[in-house]
T-cell receptor
Framework: EAQVTQNPRYLITVTGKKLTVTCSQNMNHEYMSWYRQDPGLGLRQIYYSMNVEVTDKGDVPEGYKVSRKEKRNFPLILESPSPNQTSLYFC???????????FGPGTRLLVL | AQKVTQAQTEISVVEKEDVTLDCVYETRDTTYYLFWYKQPPSGELVFLIRRNSFDEQNEISGRYSWNFQKSTSSFNFTITASQVVDSAVYFCALSERVGGTSYGKLTFGQGTILTVHP
């Protein structure tokens, strides 16, 4: 089954404790992207990747890192999480960005 | 910079009413892509439609229809004879080239919360 998976689905952590949210797709898509969703702000793009080893900033990249060492995986790294990074995070993929994006189920993060 | 505005924060209708969700976008590019996504209460994001800037034909899919007008930079979404299952948050999104090369940057509107009452 074609899908985008994210782990964990729910995470509670404390300020400053490094964490990684994994994202994996099984569709051999070249394009992958991370978004955060906050009430009243919609979805905002954090980072995207056009292919392996090719990443670029979206609208809200501060405080986040990404890597794309393999085509299927695109982890989101919070080196030193802060409470303002409490949000719902979505990973998405598509063959090319103009195409329909397939979204993961979301990761709800709470930073205390 | 690209921008997408969904001016209607919340809409409430009674079942069987028609409802239109507005989407206005800004872009300097001549080639771009527009999307609508649905987010039901369960939280997942569901693709509804994709439209490129060269295709201004309106589209109908069952009870859903979309009106794309480049002259007013709008891509509105109409649900005919709404049903309770249509209750969701609906997002409009725009993809345009960044630096003249890729369409990687995607901008979403703030979303419209639609509630359909029985």
């Amino acid at each position: 089954e074609a899908q985008v998976t994210q782990n964990p689905r729910y995470l509670i952590t404390v300020t400053g404790k490094k964490l990684t949210v994994t994202c994996s797709q099984n569709m051999n898509h070249e394009y992958m992207s991370w978004y955060r969703q906050d009430p009243g702000l919609g979805l905002r793009q954090i980072y995207y990747s056009m292919n392996v080893e090719v990443t670029d900033k979206g609208d809200v990249p501060e405080g986040y890192k990404v890597s794309r060492k393999e085509k299927r995986n695109f982890p989101l790294i919070l080196e030193s999480p802060s409470p303002n990074q409490t949000s719902l995070y979505f990973c998405a993929s598509s063959q090319i960005p103009q195409e329909t994006q397939y979204f993961g189920p979301g990761t709800r993060l709470l930073v205390l | 910079a690209q921008k997408v505005t969904q001016a209607q924060t919340e809409i409430s209708v009674v079942e069987k009413e028609d409802v239109t969700l507005d989407c206005v976008y800004e872009t300097r590019d001549t080639t771009y892509y527009l999307f609508w996504y649905k987010q039901p209460p369960s939280g997942e994001l569901v693709f509804l439609i994709r439209r490129n800037s060269f295709d201004e034909q309106n589209e109908i899919s069952g009870r859903y229809s979309w009106n794309f007008q480049k002259s007013t930079s709008s891509f509105n979404f109409t649900i005919t004879a709404s049903q309770v299952v249509d209750s969701a948050v609906y997002f409009c999104a725009l993809s345009e080239r960044v630096g003249g090369t890729s369409y990687g940057k995607l901008t979403f509107g703030q979303g419209t919360i639609l509630t359909v009452h029985p």
